[in-house]
């Protein structure tokens, strides 16, 4: 068994009441039917662990060139982490099998219209990763560290729908991590301590 496995497993279970914190819910900004998503935050397991992050690519209608964790919306019969395991497999090559499930975070309402389920998870760090070009640019890993410190979480604001909105941005070497993924990688550094992951 996995040592890190066993800690992110006990720190996630006693912190599920910490809602939104770090994360902007954009339920007052949206309407209409809400499509179902769910995206792998999928932690390395090695000594000093990482996060595995996307870029997708500049000829995507949604969301072109951003930093993103590998996800889509759910297919028919599918719940949550059905749905972020075979993205993950899609997007990256990351077997389903691979990925030691730790639990779901608390879904959340995007100002595009999805209720978003993040869906945390352990994954080899020698897994082979092979980004699908239709998909994913690109991939890299940001020190789990780095990425839940909140001393790099930087406040912006910016106009979405002619409206001003309030949102997190990280910066990591030449990616710039912002929007939705940088929210949720905030309201991870609420549940998770990281001082008490990598003592």
């Known amino acids: 068994m996995s040592e890190l496995f066993d ?3 006990h720190i996630f ?6 809602g939104f914190a770090g994360l902007r819910d954009d339920s007052d900004v949206t309407s209409g039917q809400l499509r179902p998503a769910a995206v792998l935050i999928a932690v390395t397991d090695r000594p000093d662990p990482g ?9 995507m209608l949604k969301h072109p060139g ?11 019969g599918e719940d949550a982490v059905a749905a972020a395991l075979r993205e993950a497999d ?10 030691r ?9 995007t100002g595009s219209g999805f209720e978003l389920t993040p869906v945390l998870g352990l994954v080899p760090h ?3 990763i092979r980004p699908d070009p239709r998909e994913v640019a690109g991939w890299f890993e940001v020190p789990l560290r780095y990425a839940l410190d909140q001393r790099n979480h930087v406040a912006k604001s910016g106009l979405f729908r002619g409206i001003q909105r309030d949102y997190t941005e990280i910066l990591w070497q030449d ?6 993924t940088a929210g949720i990688l905030a309201n991870l550094s609420h549940r998770l301590a990281w001082e008490d992951l990598l003592d």
């Open 51 to 59: 996060i595995l992050l996307t870029q997708r690519p500049d000829t």
């Open 101 to 109: 499930v730790i639990g779901q975070t608390q879904s959340f309402v």
């Open 7 to 9: 800690r992110l497993t």
């Open 90 to 99: 899609e997007e990256l090559a990351i077997a389903p099998d691979a990925v």
């Open 66 to 76: 951003q930093v993103a964790f590998p996800g889509g919306k759910l297919e028919a």
């Open 126 to 128: 020698d897994l082979p």
């Open 13 to 18: 279970a006693k912190s599920r009441d910490v």
């Open 175 to 180: 990616y710039r991590i912002w929007g939705i």
